[in-house]
């Protein structure tokens, strides 16, 4: 049974910074690509940023415009463990924060962007900024 658990969540003020871990079980996603999503409260879930692999060019990471610049996604393949630093977090970057597994390396378009392109999410974990 293929588990995402999702930590590193919490409260923080502007300004502040937070590391959330993805800690993968059951599958190696080591050809696969890996997602973060956010959901905020009453909104739908958006994409933050995300991990491709192909033979060509490795892994690719990539970013939602928000974001870019303050957060970064990185992976350790070796604990088969994803990480996302976020920087200079802002309250609109108040959300539940999913991990998302694909078996698919999503390198070949667009589809990373999109929560149903994963085959394997966790639980969620809650990020709030306070003003």
């Known amino acids: 049974q293929v588990q995402l658990v999702e930590r590193g969540g919490g409260l923080v003020q502007t300004g502040g910074s937070l590391k959330l871990s993805c800690a993968a079980s059951?599958?190696?996603?080591?050809?696969?690509?890996m997602g973060w999503f956010r959901q905020a409260s009453g909104k739908e879930r958006e994409f933050v940023a995300a991990?491709?692999?192909?033979?060509?060019?490795?892994?690719?990471?990539y970013y939602t415009d928000s974001v870019k610049g303050r957060f970064t996604f990185s992976r350790d393949s070796a604990k088969n463990t994803v990480y996302l630093q976020m920087n200079s977090l802002k309250p609109e970057d108040t959300a539940v924060y999913y991990c998302?597994?694909?078996?698919?390396?999503?390198?070949?378009?667009?589809?990373?962007?999109?929560?149903?392109?994963?085959?394997?999410w966790g639980q969620g974990t809650q990020v709030t900024v306070s003003s």
């Open positions: 998302a597994g694909a078996r698919d390396p999503l390198y070949y378009s667009t589809a990373y962007l999109h929560p149903p392109s994963y085959n394997y």
């Open positions: 059951g599958r190696t996603f080591s050809s696969g690509a």
């Open positions: 991990i491709t692999w192909s033979t060509g060019t490795g892994y690719l990471t």
